[in-house]
């Protein structure tokens, strides 16, 4: 990585992607991530992270609807729980409380429905009319949000219901892509045809800033071919920078090499069992995974009564026993890396386990044996 992205810094070191004018690494990833995406016939959008993504995906859906003619596909749909970033769009998306309170009005016509229910999704555009939706946005596995897979037919379930109603449907993959669930977007393990994937993060593991959204051709074809639409002015100075996409196509070669894609999906067993041992313990309620190598474990209601600060002390007593793991709202969450090996997945049981009991003693809530 580190030599690709030298090499990169020595031939040209920055250009942007405005305009008509691109780099080499930004074009060159920009058709193998569309080789690679679930999507037919996929445009790539690029852009610096997460949040620049999840609001280009709002701004592109929105647009879609006006250059089609039907302004008032307007609302954004998305899921209670769901995380979509910190950007304007996003935090107005998301699903939770705490990321969305304390700003003043956000942005109107955006609505969330219930985290499970493709009835609750379909009830809600037949409220709304679906000539008012433009899209709907899902997080497979909602990961700030607390880890929580889908039901067995939920991804695609939405998915006949957004094509029946012609609202669109964006899939935020900044978690669930390259290799989290065992794709390279996440989407690929459900039947589903997503109108637009939102990526970051994996991209580049991280090495460098980078982010992105494929989107169909259904969606980019009027900004493509109809020369009376007007151009789309959004785009940012980092977008598809030359030397943060020759670290994500370097990153994808090491991925492909070394089989890294499936990791996700052989780790989501052995951690899911491993962490569902720790469902003996008084301070745990529930553990939740087996899609894709994260998975959450819930602080129990009478450790989370006595300590409301359960998960983060939780979590720092975690990094005492090897571990960084992270404590939200009422769990504590991992993910490994997908190089985790069958010690890893041990060491993360037996020190999340080591840390609950200290938790546990702390407030002399008594061990369950
Ligand atoms: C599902 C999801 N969407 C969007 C984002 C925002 O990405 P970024 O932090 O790169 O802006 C995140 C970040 O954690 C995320 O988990």
Not at 89 to 97: A, E, K, P, Q, V
Not at 123 to 149: H, K, Q
Not at 218 to 223: G, K, L, S, T
Request: hydrophobic residues 45%; aromatic residues 6%.
């Amino acid at each position: 990585m580190a030599e690709a992205i030298r090499a990169q810094l020595g031939r040209l070191e920055a250009y942007s992607t405005f305009g008509d004018l691109a780099n080499e690494p930004a074009t060159r990833l920009a058709s193998l991530l569309s080789e690679l995406a679930p999507v037919e016939d996929g445009r790539v959008f690029l852009t610096s992270g997460g949040g620049d993504s999840v609001d280009t995906a709002v701004k592109l859906a929105r647009r879609y609807w006006r250059v089609l003619g039907q302004e008032d596909r307007k609302v954004i749909l998305s899921r209670r729980g769901s995380y979509h970033g910190t950007h304007g769009f996003g935090t107005s998306i998301t699903g939770l409380d705490d990321i969305r309170e304390g700003y003043g009005p956000l942005l109107v016509d955006t609505q969330q429905v219930e985290r499970d229910s493709a009835e609750a999704l379909e009830a809600t555009i037949a409220e709304l009319g679906a000539a008012n939706v433009a899209a709907f946005f899902v997080e497979p596995v909602t990961g700030a949000g607390g880890v929580y897979p889908p039901s067995a037919s939920y991804m695609e379930a939405v998915g006949e219901v957004c094509r029946r109603s012609g609202v669109l449907l964006v899939v935020d993959a900044v978690i669930c892509g390259f290799g989290r669930l065992g794709t390279w977007f996440g989407a690929e393990r459900w039947n589903v045809s997503p109108d637009m994937i939102v990526f970051a993060k994996g991209v580049t593991s991280g090495y460098l800033p980078l982010g992105g959204v494929v989107v169909s051709w259904r969606v980019a074809e009027p900004f493509w071919t109809d020369p009376s639409v007007p151009i789309l002015r959004h785009g940012a100075t980092y977008a598809g920078h030359p030397v943060c996409c020759a670290a994500a196509l370097k990153n994808i070669e090491i991925l492909d090499r070394d089989g890294l894609i499936g990791r996700g999906r052989d780790l989501e067993a052995p951690l899911f069992d491993a962490l569902s041992q720790l469902t003996t313990l008084s301070g745990v309620d529930e553990v939740r995974g087996g899609v894709g190598a994260m998975a959450a474990v819930e602080v129990s209601a009478e450790l989370l009564s006595r300590n409301p600060a359960a998960p983060s002390d939780i979590a720092m007593k975690a990094r005492d026993h090897g571990l960084l793991v992270r404590g939200l709202a009422s769990s504590v969450c991992v993910s490994p890396p997908l190089t985790a090996t069958d010690e890893h997945i041990e060491l993360i049981a037996d020190g999340l386990g080591s840390a609950f009991a200290e938790a546990e003693a702390d407030v002399g809530l008594s061990r369950a044996v």
